[in-house]
Every structure is written in C-alpha cells, then in structure tokens.
C-alpha cells in the first residue's frame, strides 16, 4: 500500500511552485453531505410541482417517464456543471474550503469534470462506494475512482502568500480594462502566475515571450472569454487584468 500524501507540490507553467494540501475524506464527506442536502430540497421543490401537474390531471405516464429521465439529470448536471463552471468547486466544496483541479495543478477542464462526475454513480452503490472509500485511502493523492480515471484531486484552496514585486500598473485604473471582462471566474492562484510574468515580460527574451504567451495567457484569456483587441499586444491586456483583479481584492 502506497503512503497517502497529506500535500502535493505543483510547479505552474510560469515557474511558480503551489503547495495544495489534499482534501482528506472527512471533509470531503462534510461538502458530500451539503451537496446532498441541496439536492433533496431541489427534489422535493420538483416533487411539490409535479404533485400540483397531477392536480392539474397531466397523465401519470408522463410524469413518470419525466421523473426517471430527469432526476439523474438533474444529480449529474449539478455536479457537472457546478464544477466545470466554477473553477472545480460545488457548493459544498465551497463552502468547505475544496477545490477539484487536474493532477498538474492546473484548473479543472469541463471533460474532466464530466467524467468525473458521471463515474460518481459508483459512489451510491454500496459496494462500489466501500471500493472508492478504499482507493482514497491508498493511492499516494487520495484519488476515489473517478479521480483517478480523469486525472484530478480534491485539494484545500490554497492560500498564497502575497510576497512578490509590485504589478507594472499599481495605481489608477488600465486604460484596457473594459476589455478584460469582470474576471469572475479569475483565482488568486492565476493572479500569482500572470503578475509574475507581467514583472518578468521585459526581461525576457523574444522567443520566451512568445513561448509564455501561448502557454499562459492564451489558456487564461480563452477561459475567461477575454478577446483579443486589435492592434494591442496580449501583454497590455495581461497587466490590464493584474491591476483590475488586484483592485478588486485589495492587493495592491
């Protein structure tokens, strides 16, 4: 048997090392519980209309046929959904500190979280359900079988250390930043990545410029729907949103 790891290190495509302290299984099972609970309210919410439509003398086959079919859309989309729109996060991995991201520390892909979620059918047969507790306990990252097959962990949100340079546009506000969007779905975690390569951009060379655009800020930029503007290098629009997220959580 494998020592399970209580951390794993991830080193960012930009150089930057992340140390995410994995989830153990107590906590994920507090988030399970709460993810649950909004489930079974959102159930008897749909039971208490489909009650009324009964009322209301729409046939029973109907209702049924509607019920089988949309009952396990409704479990799988919310976790599908919810972590493939939120950065790896359900509400009760929200509310418990976890975040769901790829084994290389990068954030969950929609196809991932699909996968994933799908195999998460495992976790309501009981027997299944023992097997997946087992593989949490066994393999190095606490990985249940959905995990393993997509190739994700279950991790603390990491809380990053603030002790870096200051961004190359401090104050005021970045004459492109009506470009970038409201950053909703920007973490703490890609702020640290796209500040450090705004503070080191000038001392690159060509050829490592053009090589860090593609890898980190074209990824970022296709994530959260920032488009390129004509005429404008894809650096201005990177400091534009450095001094925008960083305003927006005080750390500037």
């Known amino acids: 048997m494998l020592p399970v790891k209580e951390h794993v290190e991830v080193l960012t495509p930009d150089g930057v090392i992340i140390n995410y302290r994995l989830a153990s299984f107590s906590t994920r099972l507090g988030a399970a519980f709460i993810d649950l609970g909004i489930l079974v309210v959102i159930v008897i919410v749909i039971s208490t209309v489909m ?6 003398q729409v046939p029973d086959w109907l209702m049924g ?3 089988t079919i949309g009952l396990p859309i409704l479990v799988f989309g919310y976790y599908i959904f919810s972590e ?3 950065s790896g996060r359900t509400i009760g991995k929200r509310m418990v500190g976890l975040q769901t991201i790829m084994v290389d520390g990068t954030q ?7 996968l994933r979620n799908l195999l998460r059918v ?3 047969i009981p027997v299944a359900f023992l097997g997946a507790l087992i593989t949490m306990n066994v393999t190095r990252h606490a990985q249940r079988i959905g995990d393993l097959i997509a190739g994700t962990l279950v991790v603390h949100e990491p809380k990053l250390s603030m002790n870096f340079s200051p961004a190359p546009h401090r104050f005021g506000i970045h004459p492109l930043e009506e470009y970038v969007g409201s950053l909703k779905r920007m973490t703490l975690r890609d702020y640290v990545v796209m500040k ?6 000038p001392s ?4 490592a410029q053009d090589h860090q655009i593609n890898d980190i800020w074209e990824p970022f930029a296709a994530r959260n729907h920032i488009k390129p503007v004509p005429g404008v290098h894809p650096m201005f629009l990177l400091e534009a949103v450095v001094m925008r997220y ?7």
């Not at 009650?51 to 209301?56: G, N, P, T």
């Not at 450090?196 to 951009?201: E, G, N, P, Y």
């Open 196 to 201: 450090r390569l705004a503070d080191r951009f």
């Open 204 to 207: 690159l060379t060509r050829e």
């Open 51 to 56: 009650s009324f439509l009964s009322v209301m």
């Open 246 to 252: 960083g305003r927006q959580q005080d750390l500037l």
């Open 84 to 86: 493939g729109l939120w």
């Open 122 to 124: 495992a976790d309501f």
């Open 108 to 114: 969950l892909t929609f196809p991932a979280a699909t």
């Open 65 to 67: 046929v509607g019920f």
